[in-house]
Structure formats: C-alpha cells, structure tokens
C-alpha cells in the first residue's frame, strides 16, 4: 500500500469486533513503523501506554466519556508527549546526542550548543514545551494510524477523556501530557461503515501565497 492509499483508506472507525484480536507481535511492528514519523532534532518525546486487559479497558472507558469502541478494541493506546525530553539529562535527550556522536553527526564539543539550541526552541516557556511535545507527539500519532492502515488495522483516535483522571488512574508521568487515546483493531463488519466526511480543498486550506 503507498501513502496515497493509506491516507484514503485509513478511517476513524466507530465500531470494533471485540472478537478478533490483535497480537502482540503485529502491535510492535506497528508502534515500530510508526517510531519513522519525524521529530525535532530527533528527541522522539513520545510514548505509548498499552491497554489490552478487560478490566483496564474498562477503567480506561469510564474516564473516556463511556465510549464502547474503548471495551471493543482488543488494544487501546494512550499517546503520550513528553514535555521535558529537550532537557539536558533527560533519558530521551542523552540516547539522541550519545546517537548523533556515535554516528558521527556531533562531535563531543558540540553538546554545549545542542543543549542551548533545545533549550532556546523549547524551553523558553511551559507554552513552548507544550507545543513541542504536542506536535511532534502528533506526528508519532498520525504515523501509528497510518502504519495501522498499511497493516489491514483499523483505529479511532480519541480527545474525549479526562485528563487528570487518566494521569491519575494509569501513573502518567508528570511531564507528559496525554495527547489521545488511540483504539486499534479490526471494523466490525457487521456494522455500517459510515461514508468519508468532507474535506477542504487546497483552495480553501491556503490563506494566500506571498
């Protein structure tokens, strides 16, 4: 499947068939796939909470305005952003530089630079680490659905949960941010697939060209 393809054929589907599982091993190719999407200066301040077991589905459900596709899907993943990961020190910011040096992208000498220029993009304020662990947490998250697709599994991305209470019940580390929850499996054919919404066109998504 290319990306044309899956971008078509990727839906946010409403219905799950709670009798089809999906194993471990495909939900591993599947956050791999999605580990490709891009970040800034490769921090990948991303992380993934795995719900899989009835009974934390079912927690999960009752913080996520009662949605039955959270109970139905055999995996339900909270996505996390790390709002910390451009910090000097933090576990994810040290893999990446001993990485570029090991590859030969940066030298030693440079770790003071790197660490100033993270933290001058995004560590001026709480609303800079937001954004930055936001954004790029979202291209791991529209990777996954896209890598879902490409592996015959269907998903539905969801905001409508409550935050603290998912922090709460499922040990959210403090400086993530939980940004959806992402059900995965297979549509319930016995089901009627809801035609594709609309879309803007180009016309409409470009305010002018300068």
Request: one cysteine or more; hydrophobic letters at 45%; aromatic letters at 10%.
């Amino acid at each position: 499947m290319d990306v044309k393809e899956a971008l078509r054929a990727r839906r946010a589907v409403n219905f799950f068939d709670p009798g089809r599982p999906v194993s471990r091993e495909t939900l591993d190719r599947l956050v791999e796939l999605a580990a490709l999407a891009p970040s800034g200066f490769n921090l990948q301040p991303w992380s993934l909470i795995l719900v899989t077991s009835p009974e934390r589905k079912a927690a999960l459900r009752k913080l996520a305005w009662d949605q039955p596709k959270i109970t139905d899907a055999p995996a339900v993943f909270i996505v996390l952003a790390d709002r910390e990961a451009w910090r000097e020190g933090h576990p994810g910011f040290e893999r990446n530089f001993k990485e570029m040096a090991a590859s030969g992208a940066m030298g030693e000498d440079r770790r003071g630079w790197f660490a100033n220029a993270c933290k001058s993009l995004y560590g001026q304020s709480i609303e800079h680490s937001q954004a930055f662990a936001c954004k790029n947490a979202g291209f791991f998250a529209m990777s996954l659905m896209l890598a879902a697709t490409e592996l015959g599994l269907d998903s539905h991305p969801m905001d409508g949960f409550d935050q603290d209470g998912v922090r709460r019940e499922f040990a959210v580390p403090e400086s993530c941010w939980a940004i959806l929850l992402l059900a995965v499996g297979y549509f319930d054919r016995t089901k009627t697939l809801a035609p594709p919404k609309w879309r803007k066109t180009a016309g409409e998504i470009v305010l002018r060209e300068e």
